[in-house]
């Protein structure tokens, strides 16, 4: 059963920072790219990174460029989001998400090009 697991949201006061991990099992997670996605309350799910499995490459959307990275353990099949400098604006719910191996920087923030999806975690950015 292919499945993604999330974990390590929390609260956290501007500027800090957390880090999310998304375990893998059904599957191997270097085969497949993998996006993280969040959604805040009353806007769409938007991109937030992606890895392309391809390639290696790393997609960023602007707003969170220089903040947050991406990595990888491959003995846990396991993916992370690391998000520093954090801002109020980051609060969302937050998703990883695995897709084809190939994307391109026109494609990756397509939610509908990933397959599965974790149940989610909530950040919240707040003093």
């Known amino acids: 059963q292919v499945q993604l697991v999330e974990s390590g949201g929390g609260l956290v006061q501007p500027g800090g920072s957390l880090r999310l991990s998304c375990v893998a099992s059904?599957?191997?997670?270097?085969?497949?790219?993998i996006g993280w996605f969040r959604q805040a309350p009353g806007r769409e799910r938007e991109g937030v990174l992606c890895?392309?499995?391809?390639?290696?490459?790393?997609y960023y959307a602007d707003s969170v460029k220089g903040r947050f990275t991406i990595s990888r353990d491959n003995a846990k099949n396991t993916m992370y989001l690391q998000m520093n400098s954090l801002k109020p604006e980051d609060t969302a719910v937050y998703y990883c998400?695995?897709?084809?191996?190939?994307?391109?920087?026109?494609?990756?923030?397509?939610?509908?090009?990933?397959?599965?999806w974790s149940q989610g975690t909530q950040v919240t950015v707040s003093s």
């Open positions: 890895r392309s499995s391809s390639d290696g490459h790393t």
């Open positions: 998400a695995s897709g084809p191996p190939f994307f391109t920087d026109s494609n990756w923030y397509e939610h509908r090009a990933y397959n599965y």
């Open positions: 059904g599957f191997t997670l270097d085969a497949y790219s």
